[in-house]
Antibody, heavy 114, light 110 residues
Framework: EVQLVESGGGLIQPGGSLRLSCAAS????????MTWVRQAPGKGLEWVSV???????YYADSVKGRFTISRDNSKNTVYLQMNSLRAEDTAVYYC????????WGQGTLVTVSS | QSMLTQPPSVSAAPGQKVTISCSGS????????VSWYQQLPGTAPKLLIY???KRPSGIPDRFSGSKSGTSATLGITGLQTGDEADYYC???????????FGGGTKLTVL
């Protein structure tokens, strides 16, 4: 059974850093594109970042230079390192298997506030 | 601001049909596949349609997708109260080298 489980969210002050994890089971992350999508409270979906099978990465302009996506094949886990966090980064962060986004995690809430 | 444009809301009676539009540009819908997602309150999005018109296993044929030029449409027939949800379209944008979503459409089954 395919499953994605995000973790690492929480309350963080502006300017701080967090690392989100997305642990996969039932498939191999290195053989799939993996994407992070976020959803601010009461708002729509916003694409954040993707890591391709070959390791190429792409980012939304809103997070470029601050967020870094990576994966650990030995742990079958994808990460999102988030630095210089801003209030507008407050959202539920989902990881999803790409490119169809056929499987999603349950999401982890990141709240950026002083 | 979303790169894909959807109507904020649609409504119809149980048993009826509804369509949700998604308008983009030549760099996203016009060039790449479109997917559709259903998000029930408090839950993660769920894939309904991929590659413009394909349904994943387990998605009933009441849900359909189509694409023409730079626009796509999600159709839902035989509406049920359980279909009340937010619906999103999504695609890859080749110019941005980024994914894009529509702003979402809230479906109300009256």
């Amino acid at each position: 059974e395919v499953q994605l489980v995000e973790s690492g969210g929480g309350l963080i002050q502006p300017g701080g850093s967090l690392r989100l994890s997305c642990a996969a089971s039932g498939f191999t992350v290195s053989s799939n594109y993996m994407t992070w999508v976020r959803q601010a409270p009461g708002k729509g979906l916003e694409w954040v970042s993707v890591i391709y099978t070959g390791g190429y990465t792409y980012y939304a302009d809103s997070v470029k230079g601050r967020f870094t996506i990576s994966r650990d094949n030995s742990k079958n886990t994808v990460y999102l390192q988030m630095n210089s966090l801003r209030a507008e980064d407050t959202a539920v962060y989902y990881c999803a298997r790409s490119p169809e986004y056929d499987y999603w995690g349950q999401g982890t809430l990141v709240t950026v506030s002083s | 601001q979303s790169m894909l444009t959807q109507p904020p809301s649609v409504s119809a009676a149980p048993g009826q049909k509804v369509t949700i539009s998604c308008s983009g540009s030549s760099s996203n819908i016009g060039y790449n596949f479109v997917s559709w997602y259903q998000q029930l309150p408090g839950t993660a999005p769920k894939l309904l349609i991929y590659d413009n018109d394909k349904r994943p296993s387990g998605i009933p044929d009441r849900f359909s997708g189509s694409k023409s030029g730079t626009s796509a449409t999600l159709g839902i027939t035989g509406l049920q109260t359980g279909d009340e949800a937010d619906y999103y379209c999504g695609a890859w944008d080749t110019s941005l080298s980024a994914g894009v979503f529509g702003g979402g459409t809230k479906l109300t089954v009256l």
